[in-house]
């Protein structure tokens, strides 16, 4: 198993650039929304490897954390997302720029 | 017996109803009707076909070995770890292991069989309804949670199972949404139960905190039977709940009994358990006749091991519950609704249910269990036909001479009340006759105790004769009444099926070759409860017997002169004692005593904190912030593009420059 931790590691940081790179690069919010969660579960693939290689649990209990808010942060965000297609917009996050100065 | 027999089957019983939730939770009524006709009770009664022959599986074991436990999953598994690694803290596991053992076994046959039956007269009472399939949903639901309850083999899932049910009930008593009344009783349970919940889990807290193992160290389980195995005073000084000198155990036996009398409705926490009536009544039949109310009584069976080292706590059990038992007979008598009256007499009998596992006979206790959930589900299924054929109508003022157009339901009714009374032959009889007198011996109280509870029973024969004769007797007092008819096919089977269950399953614990009225089921349950610690003499429990008996026969004699010959005025007592017909009529004001010492200070200093705070301390700390962040934001605004992609750029780059900094700090 130990033997495994620095493949799990690669693939937990090559997750979260991937991840990384969706944000800033995709337009479609709900691809955006993907790349995010893709970017949390590298997080917690780390958190559950490490957690594994020191026989501890605090990695794990923080991995069961960082899921409960990543659904909440789907549960917004889709409220969102909803309610902009609602009002009858493109679903484009550089159509969404009201905000800006 | 084969473990993997013993877990397909374990895994179908908790699996099907499971399943029927979520099919007709996530379909939201867009099945077709049959389907969830047959669906809903149909789960429940394959639950009930598994469960019976897991029944059959364990009594094909030695009596010793009846018992085994299942692991349906590893979690949270401390305790491997590859060598080589750093060492493991602590033994600790919290897997999701269930116990089939006659206890449990006992009382899944009444959550899956009394259950399904419920479930199938639910099909007749609900057929109107527009909430049919959600009405299903929450049933199986409730099973679900249930079961979970009853056989968990580990107290995280026992507590889990422990608040399902106090959600399902919740669901279940507001099912009618509409109505106010309905809405504010579930809020009442559901409160009510969490209060409940804090003990409980605050009781499971120190026994993992605290519990240690024969070679003295702290345990940190939540494994029941580990701690079960552990909890007695051991060889070693250390071992066990033992060396706070006895009152941490105590404390442990009182927060967990401040669960049980939560989901037993006991005082102080009974109030909750009449306004339930407001839901459907195949769910007072089923939650709070048959299974959840009696989710205290198994909680304290299964827990015996610490209250036989808790006398302490163990007295204040038995003494809850008989009061309970007793103060709950005397309002059933004076209430005019009939769900009402059964609800009162229910929260008495589990009243004297958790007496007997106070006073250590916990399967005398575990016996009234089993023929109290056949003969009360009968009470209520068949109140619920009257109150169906009535158009809802719940006051016995308004009912009368029902017994001509509803024979059928009235026979059963009578057999009901006849086994709730405790009349010779009926299932009540054996399991009361028994529960009283086995606690004859048990110390120099007792013999007071057996006065209360043999009242008790003079009460509610009396009250529930009451019922007879004024619903069912007499001249009918409405038109309603004159005209009510009796119930179709599918709400009378299970009710016919239910009064056959109350007429014979007192039976069950008779040894017909012997004296002792005590033997099958106690021998039964012998594995997980144990022996009674002592007993009263054959002639002194022949003399209990006999008076007990014409005693509850009195109790229906004085109904049948006051209701039926009206040879005594019943207004008697209210013109003699007004005071105790009020205390009856009014509840004891446990209602109104909440309302002023709880309600009202709460609500109270709620308005003082909105009065007083709110303007002058909240407002102005948000103003506050609001002019501050104003502030902050002219500055900053500038740094606005607008362009997610260009917010997500500066947060990376920024990580990447802090992660770099930190990396060559730490090199």
Redesign the interface.
Not at chain 2, 126 to 139: I, Q, S, T, W
Not at chain 2, 503 to 513: H, K, P, Q, T, Y
């Given at each position: 198993m130990t033997e495994l931790f620095p493949g799990f590691l690669t693939l937990s940081a090559a997750m979260f650039a991937l991840g990384a790179l969706g944000v800033m690069v995709r337009r479609n919010p709900l691809v955006v929304f993907m790349s995010i969660e893709l970017m949390l579960n590298a997080g917690n693939l780390a958190l559950i490897t490490y957690a594994r290689y020191t026989h501890t649990m605090a990695g794990q209990v923080f991995a069961l954390i960082v899921i409960a808010v990543a659904a909440s942060e789907v549960v917004v965000g889709l409220a969102l997302i909803t309610a902009v297609y609602r009002s009858g917009r493109r679903l484009d996050v550089d159509d969404l720029s009201e905000m800006r100065e | 017996m084969n473990p993997t027999f013993t877990l397909v089957l374990s895994a179908v019983v908790l699996g099907l109803p499971t399943a029927g939730f979520l099919i007709n939770a996530l379909t939201a009524g867009k099945l077709p009707r049959r389907v969830i006709t047959l669906l809903g009770p149909g789960v429940v009664l394959g639950s009930f076909v598994a469960t019976v022959i897991l029944l059959v599986e364990l009594l094909a074991q030695r009596a010793a070995a009846r018992g085994s436990t299942v692991v349906f999953w590893h979690w949270?598994n401390?305790s491997v770890?590859?060598a080589?690694?750093?060492?493991?803290?602590s033994g600790f596991n919290a897997n999701f292991t269930v116990r089939i053992d006659p206890l449990a076994v006992l009382m899944m046959l009444v959550i899956t069989g009394i259950g399904g039956l419920i479930h199938v007269y639910s099909v007749g009472y609900m057929a109107e309804d527009p909430g049919y399939n959600r009405f299903f949903a929450y049933m199986n639901l409730f099973i679900t949670s249930m079961l979970l309850l009853v056989m968990s083999d580990n107290l995280i899932f026992l507590i889990i199972g422990w608040s399902m049910v106090a959600f399902a009930s919740y669901a279940l008593i507001a099912f009618w949404y509409q109505r106010p009344a309905a809405v504010a009783a579930g809020r009442k349970a559901f409160v009510t139960q969490v209060i409940g919940d804090v003990g409980l889990v605050l009781g499971a807290f120190l026994i993992f905190l605290n519990l240690r193992g024969s070679n003295g160290h702290l345990l940190h389980t939540v494994d029941l039977q580990t701690i079960f195995a552990n909890v007695g005073p051991g060889a070693h000084f250390h071992n066990g709940l033992g060396p706070m000198g006895g009152g941490l155990v105590t404390l442990i036996g009182i927060l967990l009994f401040l669960g049980a009398a939560a989901k037993s409705a006991q005082w102080p926490l009974h109030t909750w358990l009449p306004d339930a009536m407001e839901g459907p009544t195949p769910v007072s039949a089923l939650i709070h006749a048959a299974t959840m109310v009696t989710a205290g009584v198994y909680l304290i069976a299964r827990f015996h091991p610490i209250y036989q080292q808790a006398p302490v706590a163990a007295g204040i059990v038995a003494a809850v519950g008989i009061g309970t038992a007793l103060m709950a007979a005397i309002i059933g008598c004076t209430q005019f609704d009939i769900k009402r009256v059964i609800a009162y007499s229910t929260m008495s009998q589990i009243g004297l249910m958790i007496f007997a596992v106070g006073v250590g006979a916990y399967s005398a206790g575990m016996f009234q269990f089993f023929t109290h959930a056949c003969f009360k589900a009968l009470l209520f299924l068949a109140a619920g036909n009257v109150i169906h054929a009535l158009q809802d109508e719940q006051d016995i003022r308004s009912m009368g001479g029902l017994s001509t157009r509803m024979k059928l339901t009235f026979g059963a009714f009578l057999v009901g009340a006849l086994a709730l009374s405790g009349i010779p032959l009926f299932a009540g009889w054996f399991s009361k006759e028994e529960l009283l007198s086995s606690g004859l011996a048990l110390g120099p109280a007792v013999p007071w105790l057996w006065v209360i509870g043999v009242s008790v029973n003079v009460l509610t024969s009396f009250y529930i004769f009451r019922v007879v004769w004024r619903a069912f007797r007499g001249q009918p007092a409405t038109s309603r009444a004159a005209t009510a008819h009796e119930a179709q096919p599918v709400m009378l089977v299970p009710v016919l099926l239910l009064a056959l269950l109350a007429a014979v399953v007192g039976f069950l614990n008779i040894d017909f070759f012997g004296f002792h009225p005590v033997t099958v089921f106690s021998a039964f349950l012998q594995p997980v409860l144990g022996t009674p610690a002592a007993r009263a003499s054959d002639g002194i429990q022949a003399l209990a017997l006999v008076i007990g008996t014409v005693l509850s026969g009195g109790g229906l004699a004085l109904a049948w002169a006051v209701y039926g010959r009206k040879v005594i005025a019943p207004d008697l007592i209210s013109r003699r004692l007004p005071w105790l017909y009020q205390l009856s009529l009014q509840k004891f004001y446990w209602d109104q005593i909440y309302d002023v010492t709880l309600v009202r200070p709460t609500l109270a200093c709620a308005a003082a904190v909105r009065e007083a705070l709110e303007p002058r301390f909240f407002d102005r700390l948000v103003d506050g912030v609001k002019e501050g962040v104003t502030t902050l934001a002219d500055d900053l605004?500038?740094?606005?593009?607008?362009?997610?992609?260009d917010y997500?750029?500066i947060f990376?780059v920024c990580a990447v420059i802090g992660l770099v900094v930190l990396g060559l700090r730490l090199a």
């Amino acid at each position: 198993m130990t033997e495994l931790f620095p493949g799990f590691l690669t693939l937990s940081a090559a997750m979260f650039a991937l991840g990384a790179l969706g944000v800033m690069v995709r337009r479609n919010p709900l691809v955006v929304f993907m790349s995010i969660e893709l970017m949390l579960n590298a997080g917690n693939l780390a958190l559950i490897t490490y957690a594994r290689y020191t026989h501890t649990m605090a990695g794990q209990v923080f991995a069961l954390i960082v899921i409960a808010v990543a659904a909440s942060e789907v549960v917004v965000g889709l409220a969102l997302i909803t309610a902009v297609y609602r009002s009858g917009r493109r679903l484009d996050v550089d159509d969404l720029s009201e905000m800006r100065e | 017996m084969n473990p993997t027999f013993t877990l397909v089957l374990s895994a179908v019983v908790l699996g099907l109803p499971t399943a029927g939730f979520l099919i007709n939770a996530l379909t939201a009524g867009k099945l077709p009707r049959r389907v969830i006709t047959l669906l809903g009770p149909g789960v429940v009664l394959g639950s009930f076909v598994a469960t019976v022959i897991l029944l059959v599986e364990l009594l094909a074991q030695r009596a010793a070995a009846r018992g085994s436990t299942v692991v349906f999953w590893h979690w949270l598994n401390l305790s491997v770890g590859p060598a080589g690694g750093a060492v493991a803290r602590s033994g600790f596991n919290a897997n999701f292991t269930v116990r089939i053992d006659p206890l449990a076994v006992l009382m899944m046959l009444v959550i899956t069989g009394i259950g399904g039956l419920i479930h199938v007269y639910s099909v007749g009472y609900m057929a109107e309804d527009p909430g049919y399939n959600r009405f299903f949903a929450y049933m199986n639901l409730f099973i679900t949670s249930m079961l979970l309850l009853v056989m968990s083999d580990n107290l995280i899932f026992l507590i889990i199972g422990w608040s399902m049910v106090a959600f399902a009930s919740y669901a279940l008593i507001a099912f009618w949404y509409q109505r106010p009344a309905a809405v504010a009783a579930g809020r009442k349970a559901f409160v009510t139960q969490v209060i409940g919940d804090v003990g409980l889990v605050l009781g499971a807290f120190l026994i993992f905190l605290n519990l240690r193992g024969s070679n003295g160290h702290l345990l940190h389980t939540v494994d029941l039977q580990t701690i079960f195995a552990n909890v007695g005073p051991g060889a070693h000084f250390h071992n066990g709940l033992g060396p706070m000198g006895g009152g941490l155990v105590t404390l442990i036996g009182i927060l967990l009994f401040l669960g049980a009398a939560a989901k037993s409705a006991q005082w102080p926490l009974h109030t909750w358990l009449p306004d339930a009536m407001e839901g459907p009544t195949p769910v007072s039949a089923l939650i709070h006749a048959a299974t959840m109310v009696t989710a205290g009584v198994y909680l304290i069976a299964r827990f015996h091991p610490i209250y036989q080292q808790a006398p302490v706590a163990a007295g204040i059990v038995a003494a809850v519950g008989i009061g309970t038992a007793l103060m709950a007979a005397i309002i059933g008598c004076t209430q005019f609704d009939i769900k009402r009256v059964i609800a009162y007499s229910t929260m008495s009998q589990i009243g004297l249910m958790i007496f007997a596992v106070g006073v250590g006979a916990y399967s005398a206790g575990m016996f009234q269990f089993f023929t109290h959930a056949c003969f009360k589900a009968l009470l209520f299924l068949a109140a619920g036909n009257v109150i169906h054929a009535l158009q809802d109508e719940q006051d016995i003022r308004s009912m009368g001479g029902l017994s001509t157009r509803m024979k059928l339901t009235f026979g059963a009714f009578l057999v009901g009340a006849l086994a709730l009374s405790g009349i010779p032959l009926f299932a009540g009889w054996f399991s009361k006759e028994e529960l009283l007198s086995s606690g004859l011996a048990l110390g120099p109280a007792v013999p007071w105790l057996w006065v209360i509870g043999v009242s008790v029973n003079v009460l509610t024969s009396f009250y529930i004769f009451r019922v007879v004769w004024r619903a069912f007797r007499g001249q009918p007092a409405t038109s309603r009444a004159a005209t009510a008819h009796e119930a179709q096919p599918v709400m009378l089977v299970p009710v016919l099926l239910l009064a056959l269950l109350a007429a014979v399953v007192g039976f069950l614990n008779i040894d017909f070759f012997g004296f002792h009225p005590v033997t099958v089921f106690s021998a039964f349950l012998q594995p997980v409860l144990g022996t009674p610690a002592a007993r009263a003499s054959d002639g002194i429990q022949a003399l209990a017997l006999v008076i007990g008996t014409v005693l509850s026969g009195g109790g229906l004699a004085l109904a049948w002169a006051v209701y039926g010959r009206k040879v005594i005025a019943p207004d008697l007592i209210s013109r003699r004692l007004p005071w105790l017909y009020q205390l009856s009529l009014q509840k004891f004001y446990w209602d109104q005593i909440y309302d002023v010492t709880l309600v009202r200070p709460t609500l109270a200093c709620a308005a003082a904190v909105r009065e007083a705070l709110e303007p002058r301390f909240f407002d102005r700390l948000v103003d506050g912030v609001k002019e501050g962040v104003t502030t902050l934001a002219d500055d900053l605004r500038t740094m606005q593009t607008g362009f997610f992609r260009d917010y997500a750029l500066i947060f990376f780059v920024c990580a990447v420059i802090g992660l770099v900094v930190l990396g060559l700090r730490l090199a």
